[in-house]
């Protein structure tokens, strides 16, 4: 069965600091991994997914197969990015397509100005 | 464009009663998915719906049910609630193999 651990329940870093939030992945097949933000008051949305290896609003995220994570990165952190960050594998089921997803429980982040 | 809209917004029931969650998805997409977030699990899938078909379910009850209408929209249904079940409950659609949006929950209660 797929999992996804996200080790740390809140990371608090200053504005201007790097970020990293950790995500590490149990899957036997090729994954699909996508980190989703929620920022206050606001719906989950998708921040980024690994097959189009954009960055967004500064983050970039890397699959790393070997050690099976997708640990999600920023070199500046500002105070805007203080919110909830979800990791999560997409598993397409019985065939290609669509993902149902398996979320980690998520880490807050929290930047001190 | 609107997005993904839930109802209702809170639901309270007391237990052994029935639920209704509705969605209705973005325009276009024809796959819906329900999530539960329930304190301390973080969100777990609960159904996929793709052209008015199940396609999948996630590990829980089959008092957990639903369905897909002709136009796309969903509905939730919780059969007997057990006070566990008291969770926020989102609703996400895509199209084929695309980005999921999230609608805002619903929050439901169980006394």
């Known amino acids: 069965a797929q999992r996804v651990t996200q080790p740390e329940k809140l990371l608090s870093v200053f504005k201007g600091a790097p970020v990293e939030l950790k995500c590490n992945y149990s899957?036997?097949?090729?994954?699909?991994l996508f980190w989703y933000v929620q920022y206050s008051r606001q719906r989950l949305q998708l921040l980024l997914r690994?097959?189009s290896r954009e960055s967004i609003k500064g983050f970039t995220a890397d699959l790393n197969k070997g050690e099976t994570s997708f640990h999600l990165k920023k070199p500046f952190a500002q105070e805007e990015d203080s919110a909830m960050y979800y990791c999560?594998?997409?598993?397409?089921?019985?065939?290609?397509?669509?993902?149902?997803?398996?979320f980690g429980k998520g880490t807050k982040l929290s930047v001190i100005p | 464009e609107a997005g993904v809209t839930q109802s209702p917004t809170h639901l309270i029931k007391t237990r052994g009663q029935q639920a209704t969650l509705r969605c209705s998805p973005i325009s276009g997409h024809t796959s819906v998915y329900w999530y539960q977030q329930a304190l301390g699990l973080g969100l777990q899938f609960l159904l996929w719906y793709d052209e008015g078909e199940e396609r999948n379910r996630g590990n829980f009850p089959p008092r957990f049910s639903g369905r897909q209408f002709p136009n796309y929209s969903s509905e939730l249904n919780v059969n007997a609630l057990e006070l566990e079940d008291s969770a926020l409950y989102l609703c996400a659609s895509s199209s084929w193999a695309d980005e999921q949006f999230f609608g805002p929950g619903t929050r439901l209660t169980v006394l």
């Open positions: 999560a594998l997409g598993d397409s089921g019985s065939g290609a397509g669509s993902y149902q997803l398996t």
């Open positions: 899957y036997s097949g090729s994954p699909e």
């Open positions: 690994h097959i």
